[in-house]
């Protein structure tokens, strides 16, 4: 019977722990590079508002990295989900965790105040948001092993 003899399991138990969330930053960042450049560039553009709204976010919080590609233009949803009537059913995604509701009817909004009124059914969906993070999944899952991989060859002195 063959015996195989590993030497050495506590001090490479104690290096993999010396991989902190600080070490997965660069790896997240690069991330959520990829997305961002990608609803840049699915994004709708008028007056190029929108576009120039989209940023990455990463931050350490406890013992995670959490990234993130957000807008904090207030229409941003209404462009990504689609509104109204015309709306509904234009979202092309299925999202576990949303549940979207769509007016039937119509209404009508004065975006200068009063001067002029207009009506709408709404407007169909022009995804750009989600879209962007599952044409990039491989990718960052791509970057994700070859860092973890990297981190592992490090902490070991390989």
């Known amino acids: 019977m063959a015996r195989v003899e590993i030497k050495n399991v506590e001090r490479l138990i104690s290096r993999l722990k010396g991989i902190d969330a600080i070490s997965l930053v660069p790896l997240v960042q690069k991330s959520t590079l990829l997305v961002e450049a990608q609803a840049k560039a699915l994004a709708p553009v008028n007056d190029g508002g929108l576009r120039m709204s989209i940023h990455p976010d990463v931050q350490v919080v406890g013992k995670k990295v959490v990234g993130k590609v957000s807008t904090a233009k207030e229409y941003a949803m209404y462009v990504e989900f689609g509104t109204g009537s015309k709306g509904a059913g234009t979202y092309p995604h299925e ?28 407007m169909v969906a022009r995804p750009f948001m989600y879209p962007s993070l599952e044409m990039n999944k491989g990718k960052i ?18």
């Open 141 to 158: 899952i791509n970057i994700m092993n070859d860092g973890y991989k990297d981190l592992i060859n490090r902490a070991i002195g390989g």
């Open 95 to 122: 999202v576990k965790s949303l549940s979207l509701q769509y007016r039937s009817d119509g209404w009508v909004y004065t975006p200068d105040g009063g001067e002029t009124f207009y009506y709408t059914n709404g």
